[in-house]
């Protein structure tokens, strides 16, 4: 159940993340109301979570998976481009996760 909160909490944090940009400095409403409780959701998910998996995997796992969503979000939503230096940094950072959590002992599956 820890893993589902993890992502969970990746899911509300890029949201809110997302609708940051929407919410144009805080002078919208509706955007800026997605994103108090996009946070607060992605906060209140990443503490259950870290009942059971140490906070430097879970932390590493929830901002990594966010940079990489974040990232694509930005690219299919708001038109920003990602370079190649982007694409090899994100690649960089999905195998970092994947190798702390594939051969890390500390993890708990």
């Known amino acids: ?3 589902f909160y993890l992502g969970i909490a990746i899911v509300a944090e890029t949201t809110a993340t997302s609708a940051l940009k929407a919410s144009e ?5 509706l955007p800026s109301i997605v994103v108090g409780v996009g946070y607060l959701v ?3 998910c990443l503490s259950l979570t870290l009942r059971t998996i140490p906070v430097g995997i879970a932390y590493a796992i ?3 998976v966010g940079i990489v969503l974040i990232s694509l979000i930005g690219w299919f939503a708001f038109g920003q481009s990602l370079d190649r230096p982007t694409i090899i940094g994100m690649g960089l950072i999905v195998s970092g996760v994947v190798i702390m959590n594939a051969f890390s002992k500390p ?3």
Not at 25 to 29: H, V
């Open 1 to 3: 159940m820890n893993w």
């Open 25 to 29: 400095g805080f002078t919208r409403l």
């Open 42 to 44: 992605s906060f209140y």
């Open 62 to 64: 929830w901002s990594g």
């Open 107 to 109: 993890v708990a599956h």
